[in-house]
Structures are given as structure tokens and as C-alpha cells.
């Protein structure tokens, strides 16, 4: 990290390659950073953050007003030259950069899998893109006694972005979601042993998509909350410092309180490593998720906006269908195929 790091600080211009969640963050911290660098930032589509539709013109606005940002859409660096520090792309710009950063998607590392001293069951429990299949119970497939959880599980047990521009929900790998696949398989290897009923992840009940923080620089950071989660947030202590109207309307909001909130966060994942109190209310946090059902978990209220009376999980709102996407739609987003899309 700190060989990195260096290298960033002495190179007079920075490439990011990929405007999704990470390729946004790092534009955005080194730019802040570093206002005497320069920036670009290459997206092979038309918008950055294309996962959230209101979130493009507010980046690229707070980018303009650095005034260090310089933003390339619809174009895809094809070609690298590392020892020129030479990158050209597809519309036949040349960048130079002292150093590029790659953020054009997570590959999960599961090549171990397929080791020739592994039980070739495992390996057949990879999926096409190299993610880990498993039940409900993240049982890994085909095993009752293994359990997978976190960004290698495939695609079907995360919470979804909202609808995108191209109308779609795609997967979002996400920490708040590794955490709810740790409580599901934390329980299920003591219920394994006890014979207890089993908890799940049931990630079509998730009608408001998965929220995000993504950090623009130490002093302000973009807010991904949909309009009616937020203020069940906002009850359990999270103030995100924006009216709520924002969220109704946009979806996102920039705010300067997103830092304070991460740190926030940073420090109680931290804490829960060494404190127990800490980690077992963390822990509890998984079973606050509507994505887990847990049939010995206490009954929750359900979420605000959604329907049913409440009284348990039976009652909990289904997951609003994600609509089906028009043709004018998916022409909009260009962008990669779930797998390959940007973090
Ligand atoms: C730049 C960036 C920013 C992010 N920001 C956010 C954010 O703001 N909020 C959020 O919720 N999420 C964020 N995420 C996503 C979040 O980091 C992941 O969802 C989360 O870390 C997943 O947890 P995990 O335990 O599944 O995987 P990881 O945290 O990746 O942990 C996997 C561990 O397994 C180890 N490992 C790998 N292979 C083997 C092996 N063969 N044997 C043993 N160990 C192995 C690795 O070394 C690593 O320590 C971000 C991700 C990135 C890359």
C-alpha cells in the first residue's frame, strides 16, 4: 500500500480506468489529495456510478469544481505501455500517466478450487464467472459441511443495486453483505452440530437495493440510499446530514457527514475484532438484514414503505419485482455483463 502510495505521489498525472464505485473513489481521493495532479478518469460507458442513475451529474459536478479531473466517457484504454507510461484508447487519445488504476471489476480468486490436489467436487462448485455456488444455507454445493460466505459467493445471495438506467438490479459485493452471510453461516455451523433449523439468505426480499457510501475525498462522500430506507437509518443513529426529500428524489445525496460515517463504521468493525460486546452487536446486524431469515431470530418490524403487518418474518414485505427493462433502456449502458461490472 505504501509502495503504491508513493508511486501516486510522485507522478505528475493519474489514470483511473472504470467510473464505478472504486474507479469513483480513488478519482476522487487522489484528486482532493493532490490538487496540483492531474486526474483522468476513462469510462467505457456513458455515465460514472452507472449502478446509480442520479449519482452521474452530482460526481462529475464536485469533479468540475476540483478543477484537477479531466473525464473521458464511451472510450476504453486498449492499449498499455508501461515502460513509455503510455496508454492509448479506443477514440485514439494517448494519456500519460505515472501511474494507472485499474477499477474495472472484481474477479473473484477461487483458482485454488480447482487445484489438482482438490476434491474435483469442489472445483465443480465454481460457477461460469469463477464464483462459489451454494444453497440457501450457504451449504457450498453439493457439501453439508462446508460453508462459503463473503464476495466469492455467487451472485444470487447479494443484495442488488437499485434499478439501473438500463433498468436492471445487478449484485453489489458488498462488506454490509459479508456480514450477513457471516451471521447466517456463524449460526449454521453451531445448528449443524445442535440440529437447530438452519438460517438462509433470501436476497429477493431486498426492495430498496443495497446502500453505499462511496468516498469523494476526506471531507465529503456520495450517500446511495433509497428514499424510503433512509430514515430507518437515520432511527438507528446514521446521519447522513441530508434531507430526506434528496433520497426520495435522487437516490443519492453528497453530504459531508459520508466520512464521519464510514470512520464510524471503520471503527466498529474494528472494535468488534477485540471487544465482544461489540462484535456480537455487529453480528446482530445480519439479523436486522430482511435478505436473512432466521426462524429462530426474534421477530422484526419490517422496513418502512413496505407492506403487511409485521408481526415476523412470514409477514415481511416481498421484494418489489425489479421492472423489466425497455429496449430504449438497455441501449442507455453499454456497460460490462454483471460479472465484469465495475465494483
Ligand atoms: C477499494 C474498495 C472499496 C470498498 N469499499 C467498500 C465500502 O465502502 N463499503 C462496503 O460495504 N464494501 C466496500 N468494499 C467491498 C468490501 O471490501 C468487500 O465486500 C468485503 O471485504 C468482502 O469481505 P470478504 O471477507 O468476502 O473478502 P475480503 O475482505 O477480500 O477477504 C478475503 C480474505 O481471504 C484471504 N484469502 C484469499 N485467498 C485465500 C486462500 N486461498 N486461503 C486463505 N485465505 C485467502 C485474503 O487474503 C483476504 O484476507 C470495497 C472494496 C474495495 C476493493
Known amino acids: 500500500m505504501k509502495a503504491e502510495a508513493n508511486v501516486i505521489k510522485n507522478s505528475e498525472t493519474i489514470l483511473v480506468i472504470g467510473g464505478g464505485l472504486?474507479?469513483?473513489?480513488?478519482?476522487?481521493?487522489?484528486?482532493?489529495?493532490?490538487?496540483?495532479?492531474?486526474?483522468?478518469?476513462?469510462?467505457?460507458?456513458p455515465y460514472i456510478l452507472p449502478r446509480v442513475p442520479e449519482a452521474h451529474d452530482k460526481v462529475t459536478a464536485f469533479w468540475e469544481s476540483l478543477g484537477n479531473v479531466e473525464v473521458h466517457l464511451n472510450e476504453r484504454v486498449i492499449e498499455f505501455d508501461d515502460m513509455l507510461q503510455e496508454y492509448?484508447?479506443?477514440?485514439?487519445?494517448?494519456?500519460?500517466?505515472?501511474?494507472?488504476?485499474?477499477?474495472?471489476?472484481?474477479?473473484?480468486?477461487?483458482?485454488?478450487?480447482?487445484?489438482?490436489?482438490?476434491?474435483?467436487?469442489?472445483?465443480?462448485?465454481?460457477?461460469?464467472?469463477?464464483?462459489?455456488?451454494?444453497?440457501?444455507?450457504?451449504?457450498l454445493h453439493g457439501f453439508s459441511n462446508i460453508y462459503v460466505s463473503g464476495d466469492i459467493v455467487e451472485d444470487a445471495y447479494f443484495g442488488k443495486t437499485g434499478v439501473t438506467r438500463s433498468g436492471e438490479r445487478f449484485p453489489?459485493?458488498?462488506?454490509?453483505?459479508?456480514?450477513?452471510?457471516?451471521?447466517?453461516?456463524?449460526?449454521?455451523?453451531k445448528r449443524t452440530i445442535t440440529g437447530e433449523p438452519l438460517a438462509s439468505i433470501d436476497a429477493s426480499r431486498d426492495p430498496f437495493g443495497q446502500p453505499v457510501e462511496i468516498s469523494l475525498g476526506l471531507e465529503k462522500g456520495l450517500a446511495v440510499v433509497h428514499g424510503d430506507l433512509a430514515p430507518l437509518y437515520v432511527g438507528m443513529g446514521f446521519d447522513f446530514g441530508?434531507?430526506?426529500?434528496?433520497?426520495?428524489?435522487?437516490?443519492?445525496?453528497?453530504?459531508?457527514?459520508?466520512?464521519?460515517?464510514?470512520?464510524?463504521?471503520?471503527?466498529?468493525?474494528?472494535?468488534?475484532?477485540?471487544?465482544?460486546?461489540?462484535?456480537?452487536?455487529?453480528?446482530?446486524?445480519g439479523a436486522m438484514d430482511p435478505k436473512v431469515l432466521d426462524p429462530l431470530a426474534p421477530p422484526m418490524p419490517p422496513p418502512p414503505g413496505a407492506d403487511g403487518a409485521g408481526d415476523g418474518e412470514a409477514d415481511q414485505a416481498p421484494a418489489d419485482p425489479a421492472p423489466e427493462p425497455t429496449e430504449e433502456a438497455k441501449a442507455d449502458v453499454p456497460e460490462a455483463a454483471p460479472a465484469e461490472a465495475e465494483e
Open 242 to 285: 441530508v434531507d430526506n426529500e434528496e433520497f426520495v428524489k435522487y437516490g443519492c445525496a453528497i453530504s459531508a457527514n459520508v466520512p464521519g460515517l464510514k470512520d464510524y463504521i471503520s471503527d466498529l468493525c474494528a472494535k468488534a475484532t477485540y471487544i465482544p460486546e461489540a462484535h456480537e452487536g455487529l453480528r446482530q446486524f
Open 172 to 189: 453489489e459485493r458488498l462488506a454490509a453483505v459479508a456480514g450477513s452471510h457471516s451471521y447466517v453461516v456463524t449460526n449454521n455451523i
Open 88 to 139: 492509448k484508447t479506443d477514440k485514439g487519445n494517448t494519456f500519460n500517466a505515472g501511474k494507472v488504476i485499474r477499477a474495472t471489476g472484481y474477479k473473484p480468486n477461487t483458482d485454488f478450487f480447482k487445484d489438482a490436489n482438490t476434491d474435483p467436487a469442489i472445483a465443480a462448485a465454481l460457477d461460469d464467472k469463477g464464483f462459489v455456488k451454494c444453497d440457501p444455507n450457504l451449504r
Open 22 to 45: 472504486v474507479g469513483t473513489e480513488m478519482t476522487s481521493n487522489v484528486a482532493t489529495k493532490y490538487p496540483e495532479k492531474k486526474v483522468i478518469i476513462c469510462q467505457a460507458g
